[in-house]
């Protein structure tokens, strides 16, 4: 008897923890998803080239194909996601920054406009990479690259790192380059063509 009794409460406990573990993942998962709301845009390839304006937070890794994720329920916000023979056009005016993760396999180029940040997750390797950055938005890059070309505008901020073997950097006076991580083979520094004509308005 007393078997029996053990043998139904044992089976009792094992039932109400399995019932619990059963509530809390679906809890869990509520409000996983309630947190992160994405959508994986599966019509796009060959990008080499990224064009983002507004509000917008981008993240860019290296991979073997093209795919662009977007977070915070894109489909509900005032957000354009275009791609246009090899151009990925990304923009947001929402107060809430829209986030937007690609992974590139042979990207070229990128500008960043208003107040978008661009953000590398990981190595960025190419053969040539151009960027530009221009009003308020930022980047943050890890390279590696043969030849980079940056130019930095306005009251951009650009934080490089990495290695390269051909360095150009083109950058306002009121810009903020932060290249102390960055190694380069050969490097040069240009003054913007406006800086030039208020140096030579000042002789």
């Known amino acids: 008897m007393k078997t029996k009794i053990l043998s ?3 089976i009792a406990a094992i039932v109400l923890g399995i019932a619990n573990t059963t509530y809390a993942a679906t809890k869990n998962d509520s409000a996983a998803k309630n947190n992160e709301v994405s959508t994986v845009l599966t019509n796009v390839s060959n990008i080499n080239k990224i064009e983002v304006r507004g509000n917008v937070e981008l993240y860019i890794s290296d991979g073997t194909s093209d795919q662009v994720k977007v977070y915070n329920r894109y489909y509900a916000e005032s957000a354009l996601v275009q791609n246009q023979k090899g151009v990925l056009r990304i923009s947001s005016y929402s107060d809430q920054k829209l ?3 690609i992974t590139a396999n042979d990207l070229r180029s990128i500008s960043a406009y ?4 661009v953000k590398s ?7 040539e990479l151009n960027v530009d950055l221009h009003n308020n938005a930022s980047a943050n890059l890890n390279l590696d690259t043969f030849s980079a070309n ?3 505008a306005d009251h951009a901020k650009a934080d490089l790192s990495g290695t390269a073997n051909e360095f150009s950097l083109k950058h306002d006076v009121a810009t903020s380059v932060n290249k102390y991580n960055l190694e ?3 490097y040069t520094d240009s003054t913007p063509v ?3 004509n208020m140096d030579l308005a000042g002789i």
């Open 150 to 152: 940056v130019t930095v």
């Open 8 to 10: 139904i409460v044992t």
């Open 184 to 186: 380069a083979v050969h």
């Open 99 to 101: 986030v937007v993760w």
């Open 114 to 117: 208003d107040n978008a940040e």
């Open 194 to 196: 406006n800086a030039k």
């Open 121 to 127: 997750f990981g190595k960025l390797s190419s053969i």
